[in-house]
Structures are given as structure tokens and as C-alpha cells.
């Protein structure tokens, strides 16, 4: 069987060394071809990608490596590179999860725990409880009503089934869930969310946090100092306490709140926004609004002037 390799590139498909790529062509270099030195990059496990590239505003391709070869480590490098085929994150979940079934646990209820540094642990069977402290773990659950756990620094965290239970302590932790109504917390700094079911309920407490939500009737909390919190599902609900927010509701009939100072929403047609405006640091009043009335723009962004009226920011 044809062994897949993975790679990523940001919005505008240049690579982390700003080479820029374009999709079905072939992609070549000259020199020596040496892992982290010269070649193009591609990793066999969709999660090691993760280890280069952010899981939310990055783009993820299947690719095809030819000629001269570098391995090291969970990367290979190569003289040719074609992107062959674009991935959605829900298909970029589901190959890391086919990957994982290679060395998976497949019994129901399995209650697994590792306290070793990059960890893999992946569990096809419903109801299953996995736990890992080290750094740099991977877990994926394929099955129904799985909870996960990570303490580490840089774990990753895949659910694939509804109603799973993710959460991470460690600082630069990526957790992904497929499945209607689950649940993710993160409270490690760094941290990033990506939600695409039905009723799902992200919390992030570490700063600089980013939290996307795809499914309609979402739930999306985060108290951290520069979070981003993005839910493009409607009815929607996104909330942020810490300081210097971005909230973004692209899904209709949405709510919208910053408690914290120096904060931006925006939203579609019908989304209701609240920010908080303060004087000399302590907080004065709640200023409320939605979009499409009173001259609030759709998806257009919206501060506070320093007498507590929106302003396009």
C-alpha cells in the first residue's frame, strides 16, 4: 500500500522558510538533500506536522515525494515535492486517526495511562479513558464517549466520535474533535482548539490562546490575556474574559462578549456584541449592539473610542 506523507503550509502556501508552493506542481532542489538543512519537508504522521506548523490558519496537503531522500527523526526531506491534494481539517483528522489505528488499542472501556515524553497512544473502542503526563504526546480516540488527558507540554489531542471529553494542562497543546457535542478545555498558554461537531463546548484559561469552532450552537470561554476565539457555526455563544481579545462570529444569530480591556468582536448580520468599557483601568459599563442595526457592519471589527462608543478597529 502506498505510504502517505503529509505537510503544511500557511494561508498563503509558503512553508515555515517562505518557500511559496502551488497545488499539482512539482517542486524541485538542487544540492544536497539533508533533513532540516536543504529539501522539502513532509512527515508520515499527520500529528508530527503539528510539531512545524499551527493547527488553526495553516493549510494541510497529502503529498508525493520523489528523488533523493533525508530521513530524521519524524520528518523526511526530499530533492521533489508535488501537493497533491488539499485536506479540510476534518479529512486532516480523520488520516491522523487512520494512522493511529496502525499501533491502537481496539477494546471497549480501555483505561490506558503513560507517563513517558512523546507518547502515542490511540484507542479504537468506545468509552475508553486515556491519560499521558509527558511532554510532547499524541492521543487519539476514534471511538464514542472518550475521555482524554494530557498534562505535557505540546500534546496533542484527537477525538474523532461525539460526545468526547479533551483536556490539556501543558503550555502549546493542539486538541481537535470531530464528533457532535463534545467537550474541550486547555489551560496550558499557547494552546489551540479546533472544534467541528454539533454543540460542542471549548474552554481555554492560558493566554494567548486560539479557539475555532465549526458546528452550529456552539459554546466557546476563554479568561486568558490575548485569546482568539472564532465560531463560524451559528447560534453561536463566545465569551472572553482576558484582556486584548479577538472574537469573530461568522455563524448568524450569534452572541458575542468581551469582559476584558482592549477587545474586538465582529460577526454576521443578527449577532448580538457586548464589549466592556473601561476608564483608568476599572470597568464603567457593558455597551451592547448588533450587527446590522444602528450602523454595525457585517463582519467588520469593533473597538471601544475612548468614550465607549464602536469604532471599526
Known amino acids: 500500500m502506498k505510504k502517505l506523507m503529509f505537510k503544511a503550509t500557511d494561508k498563503d502556501l509558503r512553508s515555515c522558510k517562505y518557500y511559496r508552493f502551488e497545488i499539482g506542481k512539482e ?17 508520515e504522521n499527520p500529528l508530527d506536522v503539528l510539531m512545524y506548523y499551527p493547527l488553526i490558519g495553516s493549510r494541510f496537503f497529502v503529498v508525493k515525494q520523489r528523488g533523493a531522500k533525508d530521513i530524521e527523526e519524524n520528518k523526511t526531506a526530499s530533492e521533489k515535492i508535488v501537493l497533491e491534494k488539499e485536506l479540510d ?19 471497549y472501556a480501555a483505561v490506558l495511562a503513560d507517563s513517558n515524553d512523546g507518547s ?45 471529553a479533551l483536556a490539556s494542562s501543558g503550555y502549546n497543546s493542539k486538541l481537535m474533535s470531530s ?37 452550529d450552537k456552539s459554546e466557546i470561554a476563554a479568561t486568558g490575556f490575548r485569546s482568539i476565539l472564532v465560531a463560524s457555526g451559528g447560534l453561536s455563544r463566545l465569551v472572553a474574559s482576558g484582556d486584548n481579545a479577538r472574537i469573530t462570529a461568522s455563524g448568524c444569530n450569534s452572541v458575542v462578549a468581551a469582559v476584558g480591556q482592549d477587545s474586538m468582536v465582529s460577526g454576521c448580520n443578527g449577532t ?9 483601568g476599572l470597568p464603567v459599563k457593558f455597551v451592547t449592539g448588533k450587527i446590522g442595526e444602528k450602523g454595525l457592519k457585517e463582519n467588520v471589527s469593533y473597538g471601544l473610542d475612548r468614550k465607549g462608543r464602536f469604532v471599526e478597529v
Open 27 to 43: 517542486h524541485a532542489t538542487t544540492g544536497k538533500i539533508e533533513a532540516c538543512k536543504n529539501g522539502f519537508h513532509a512527515c
Open 120 to 164: 502515542k497512544i490511540a484507542v479504537a473502542g468506545s468509552h475508553a479513558q486515556i491519560a499521558a503526563s509527558g511532554d510532547s504526546t499524541q492521543i487519539v480516540a476514534s471511538g464514542e464517549s472518550t475521555w482524554l488527558a494530557a498534562a505535557g507540554t505540546g500534546s496533542k489531542l484527537v477525538a474523532f466520535r461525539g460526545n468526547s
Open 272 to 280: 448580538l456584541i457586548c464589549l466592556t468599557h473601561y476608564v483608568g
Open 89 to 107: 481539517l476534518k479529512s486532516f483528522i480523520e488520516y491522523a486517526v487512520i494512522h493511529a489505528r496502525k499501533y491502537a488499542n481496539t477494546g
Open 179 to 215: 464528533g457532535d457535542e463534545s467537550r474541550l478545555a486547555a489551560s496550558g498558554n499557547n494552546s489551540e482548539i479546533a472544534a467541528l461537531g454539533f454543540r460542542t463546548g471549548i474552554v481555554s484559561s492560558g493566554s494567548s490562546s486560539t479557539l475555532k469552532s465549526f458546528g
